[in-house]
Structures are given as C-alpha cells and as structure tokens.
C-alpha cells in the first residue's frame, strides 16, 4: 500500500473532498451567522477535531480494513484539508488589527477548548464503538 503512487492520490483526492467540504461548510455558516466572529471556521475546527479522534482511533485500533487507506485519504487528506488551523491565525490576527482582543482571546481559547474536547469525544466514542 505505501509504494508507488497510490498513497500521494488518496492524500491528494481526500485533500480536494476536504478542501470543498470547507468551503461549503464556511459559506453556509457565513450565510446563517452574521457576525465579526470566525463562526465558520471554529465549527470547521471543532468538527474536524472531532473526526480526526473518531478516525485515527478506529484506524489505529485497526477496526476497519485497509487501515492505511483510511488514515491517508480521510485523516491526511480529507481532514488535513478541511481544518483550518491557518485560517484561525490568519482571522485572529485580523480580529487584534481591528483591536478586538477579547474577540482574538475568545476566539483562541474557544477554538483549543472544544477543538481538544471535540478530539477527546472522538477518541472515547471510537473506542467504545465495536462492530
């Protein structure tokens, strides 16, 4: 499974999945909340966080077959495309340019918060889960 060029296209399919994923998921939530606030990319954060744990656990407990198939297009590509840990610096910055620091300090500490708790949960109910 590691040799040839197999693993760069499904890092590379589950990237261009992901990215898109983001993209719609942003634009919705851009759409529903109007607000100054990274709304978007929080629920991108913590959600991403969440599957990461879900998956890397079910992948590295080797419940599924082909785990390296899953870990590199879902947990590499999909995941690794679809968060968005540049675009939280990039919108944290923005919010102390415009001298909202207890927007910036809100928004990190929320982001690392339900971003770790989100991995957490996925974890613990991958764990559990057994087929």
């Given amino acids: 499974m590691n040799d040839g060029v197999w693993p760069y296209l499904l890092v590379g399919i589950g990237g261009f999945l992901g990215a898109n994923a983001r993209f719609v998921v942003a634009r ?6 109007e ?3 990274p709304a978007g990319t929080l629920l991108i954060n913590v959600t991403g966080s969440f599957l990461l744990g ?3 656990t079910i992948a590295a407990q080797r419940l599924v077959p082909h785990s390296d198939v899953v870990r590199l297009a879902l947990g590499v590509g999909f995941l ?5 840990f540049s675009t939280f610096e990039f919108e944290t910055n923005a919010l102390v340019q415009q ?17 770790f708790l989100a991995l957490r949960a996925g974890v613990v109910l991958a764990a559990w ?3």
Avoid: D, K
């Fill in 28 to 33: 919705l939530v851009s759409g529903l909340v």
């Fill in 129 to 131: 889960w057994r087929p």
């Fill in 35 to 37: 607000t100054g606030f």
């Fill in 99 to 115: 001298g909202a620091w207890l927007a910036a300090a809100l928004n990190v500490g929320v982001s690392v918060t339900l971003g």
């Fill in 80 to 84: 690794g495309a679809y968060t968005t």
């Fill in 54 to 56: 879900a998956i890397g």
